[in-house]
Every structure is written in structure tokens, then in C-alpha cells.
């Protein structure tokens, strides 16, 4: 029955846009990440991301990141500037304590700017929580 299909709450697992220095372009770029804050690490973590509004879309990325380990963080991508103008979505599915979890995660559009960095923990870089 339904009501016996346990749904688990996903807690200590973020996605982050970090602005970071290009040492190849000599230019900042905007990167995402996952962060595992848990005390156990996240396996076969799968990261699949796309931009959206109304008609305008981006294609869908699929990102197979694997193990994170606890209290560590992995890139998944790189964000284009002109993407930013969209609303980006990043549903994340990963197994933990022998069950599958997964969340979606959103950058609202216009809200990756320079005035909304704050640092980041465990990554200790300027960058912006996803919601």
C-alpha cells in the first residue's frame, strides 16, 4: 500500500554555484558542485541538469559522479554566464543507508549574481546555495 513506502528526506546533501578563477581563460567562471555534508559518504550519485523558461531550454546534462565522500564535495559542471538568465534545475538521486534518495534542486533565474555570494562551507569559496 502506500502508505507503507517509506520516502527518505535528503539532509546534509547541497548544490552550490561557485565563482572560480580560470587559470586557461584567465576569467572567473561559474561551476556547480555537490556537497556531501553527511557523515557517511553518497554512492552512485547521479547529477542530471537542465535550464528552463517557458519556451527557452537548455539541453539535459547527465552527470555520473559516483562516490562522494563524507564532509567532501565533486564539480559537476560548468555554468554558462548567458544560462544564468533561466531558471536551472539539478535533480540529484543517490543511494545511503541502503536506500535511494533523491532531490531537486533550483537556481532561480537572475538569482547567480555577484551580490549574492557568500561563502561556501567545507569548499570555503564564494558561492551561492541552491533552493
Same mark, same amino acid.
Not at 552512485?44 to 541538469?49: E, P
Given at each position: 500500500m502506500k502508505?507503507?513506502?517509506e520516502i527518505p528526506i535528503v539532509k546534509d546533501v547541497h548544490v552550490a554555484i561557485i565563482r572560480e578563477w580560470n587559470e586557461e581563460f584567465l576569467d572567473k567562471d561559474w561551476n556547480a558542485y555537490i556537497i556531501n555534508d553527511r557523515e557517511t559518504a553518497i554512492e552512485?550519485?547521479?547529477?542530471?541538469?537542465k535550464?528552463?523558461?517557458g519556451d527557452r531550454k537548455t539541453s539535459i546534462m547527465r552527470h555520473n559522479i559516483g562516490i562522494v565522500e563524507p564532509k567532501s564535495f565533486k564539480k559537476i559542471e560548468v555554468v554558462q554566464e548567458d544560462v544564468l538568465t533561466l531558471n536551472n534545475e539539478f535533480y540529484v538521486t543517490f543511494f545511503a543507508d541502503n536506500k !535511494?534518495?533523491?532531490k531537486r534542486f533550483v537556481f532561480n533565474k537572475n538569482s547567480v549574481i555577484e551580490a549574492n !555570494?557568500?561563502?561556501i562551507p567545507l569548499i570555503e569559496k564564494e558561492g551561492i546555495f541552491a533552493s
Open positions: 502508505k507503507d513506502i552512485m550519485t547521479m547529477v542530471v541538469s535550464g528552463y523558461e !535511494l534518495y533523491e !555570494l557568500s561563502t
